[in-house]
């Protein structure tokens, strides 16, 4: 037999036996995962989310009442009791759930009307409180019920806080509604935040169940720059609070940048909803179909 041919006969066999024994195995290699690229994720304004770990169920999109809310006055409230409930229940018909009100607004009138249409218990009716003592605090609550004509309330938050050591500074007030919790009067109580301290307080804070906080892509009306305030929402997520996004359109600023400003708040991954007051059915309807029409990378 030539030395080729022995060779080449001999290889043969040893590979046949060599794939045949288990003692010889051929070696696995981990194949490179490929991840296929995200899906964009599509949003619409009245998706069901959840608050936190309230266990409220309401709609991304909060109806606003408030734009320049001061002084028991809006640019909503100016559409006078009929077109401020008006405009409430048209975006209900729509889907939204969710009415976003304070005392500063003067808006109870306006969205105690619309609920006289509605199912009470189909609405998440949020409202604000000025209180920094437990008798204002007390007093609202019993106002506030009268004012909307309802018995309870979904969400009530302490107002405009600004001070870091607030947590300690009004714990007789959280305590005030950490009561009226446990009476059924609210089913969440919070806070809003007007400064990077305050809003930093609200974080740490075990008793912050819902935080309306302020967020868009330029800073504007904010407690800080947005990658700080980020950072901030991230800790509250992860700790489970229920994340409100206000200001999204820079109290007008962004009035002109409206899509850019919807896919910011919607990519961060941090906010559960958001209230963007509408001042015509025009306007709430266009920011309606904004937000269908936003797409934002998984």
């Given at each position: 037999m030539r030395r080729r041919e022995f060779i080449g006969r001999t290889a043969t066999a040893l590979g046949a036996a060599w794939l045949g024994s288990k003692a010889f195995d051929p070696p696995s290699f981990a194949l490179p995962s490929f991840t296929s690229p995200s899906l964009p994720t599509k949003?619409?304004?009245?998706?069901?989310?959840?608050?936190?770990?309230?266990?409220?169920?309401?709609?991304?999109?909060?109806?606003?009442?408030?734009?320049?809310?001061?002084?028991?006055?809006?640019?909503?409230?100016?559409?006078?009791?009929?077109?401020?409930?008006?405009?409430?229940?048209n975006g209900y018909d729509q889907g939204l759930r969710f009415f976003d009100s304070a005392d500063s607004y003067g808006s109870h009138p306006h969205v105690a009307e619309a609920l006289k249409h509605v199912p009470r218990d189909k609405v998440t009716v949020l409202t604000k409180t000025w209180a920094r003592d437990p008798a204002s605090a007390r007093a609202d609550l019993d106002?506030?019920?009268?004012?909307?004509g309802t018995d309870y309330l979904d969400v009530c938050l302490m107002h405009c806080l600004t001070e870091g050591d607030w947590t300690d500074r009004y714990k007789p007030v959280m305590d005030v509604l950490s009561e009226a919790k446990e009476k059924g009067i609210i089913r969440a109580h919070g806070c809003s935040c007007h400064s990077i301290d305050a809003l930093r307080a609200a974080a740490k804070s075990p008793w912050v169940e819902v935080d309306l906080v302020r967020i868009n892509p330029i800073g504007s009306h904010m407690d800080a720059d947005p990658s700080t305030v980020v950072s901030v929402l991230r800790e509250m997520k992860a700790k489970g609070k229920g994340i409100v996004g206000m200001k999204i359109l820079g109290e007008g600023d962004l009035r002109n940048r409206q899509d850019e400003a919807l896919k910011y708040a919607l990519s961060l991954g941090v906010l559960d909803a958001m209230t963007i007051g509408a001042e015509s059915k025009t306007e709430q309807e266009d920011l309606i179909r904004r937000m269908a029409a936003t797409q934002v990378n998984g």
């Open positions: 949003f619409n304004a009245a998706d069901t989310i959840v608050l936190g770990h309230t266990g409220i169920k309401t709609s991304r999109l909060a109806m606003g009442t408030g734009t320049v809310g001061v002084g028991h006055h809006s640019h909503q409230t100016a559409l006078g009791i009929k077109g401020l409930s008006d405009l409430l229940l106002r506030f019920r009268r004012e909307l």
